[in-house]
Every structure is written in C-alpha cells, then in structure tokens.
C-alpha cells in the first residue's frame, strides 16, 4: 500500500511557471506513479507518469515539452515541473499509483491524493 498527499497548487498568471509535490508513504518506490487533472463537468485527464527508477517518462500531448515529472525515492516523493503555463492548466492535479508502467486510464490506478487545486489566470 502507498498513500500520497499533493502539495504546491496555488494561483499563478498564464506563462508562469509551478512545481507540484507528491509525498509518499508506505512502499512508495515500488509503484508507478503518474499525475491526473480533471476539472468541474470532465473526466479526470492523464497528464504524466514515471516508472519506478525514474528511468522512463511519459506526457500528454496537450502537456509534452512544458511538464517535467520526476521522483526521488529516497524522499518519497514525485515532482511535477509545469512551465509555460496556460489559461487551459487549470485544474484539480492528483498524484496517482499503480503497479506497471504505461498505464494512463484513472481507473487503472488503485491509490489517490486528495488533490491540489492549480488556477491560471490569463
């Protein structure tokens, strides 16, 4: 088992930058770890995900080359480096786990974070 807790979301303008934290407890270094955003009326969305080295990384398209994931596990904890922030970011991110890589559908993820709220204001 593994709970996690995001922090970091707050207000910011379009074209700031933000890095979101998710910490980890229990066996945080065994699972994948990804993060989601969804927004009032949506689906929760797929933005990122990292294996469990860190080796490998994968983005959504609408966030590929602005968003950096990353993980320390000796921290417990996963980042996520959002850059060149649009209108269109805003939303509740989640940090999610699950046990293999290259998983993108929420339902495939057995644990959650309560979320963090992220507003971009134009």
């Known amino acids: 088992q593994v709970q996690l807790k995001e922090s970091g979301g707050r207000l910011v303008q379009a074209g700031d930058s933000l890095s979101l934290s998710c910490v980890g407890s229990?066996?945080?270094?065994?699972?994948?770890i990804a993060w989601f955003r969804q927004t009032p009326g949506k689906e929760r969305e797929f933005v990122s995900s990292?294996?469990?080295?860190?080796?490998?990384?994968s983005y959504s398209d609408s966030v590929k080359g602005r968003f950096t994931i990353s993980r320390d596990n000796a921290k417990f904890a996963s980042y996520l480096q959002m850059d060149s922030l649009k209108t269109e970011d805003t939303a509740v991110y989640y940090c999610?786990?699950?046990?293999?890589?290259?998983?993108?559908?929420?339902?495939?993820?057995?644990?959650w974070g309560q979320g963090t709220q992220v507003t971009v204001s134009s």
């Open positions: 229990g066996y945080f270094d065994i699972y994948v």
């Open positions: 999610a786990a699950t046990a293999y890589y290259g998983l993108r559908a929420p339902v495939q993820y057995g644990y």
């Open positions: 990292i294996s469990r080295t860190g080796d490998s990384t």
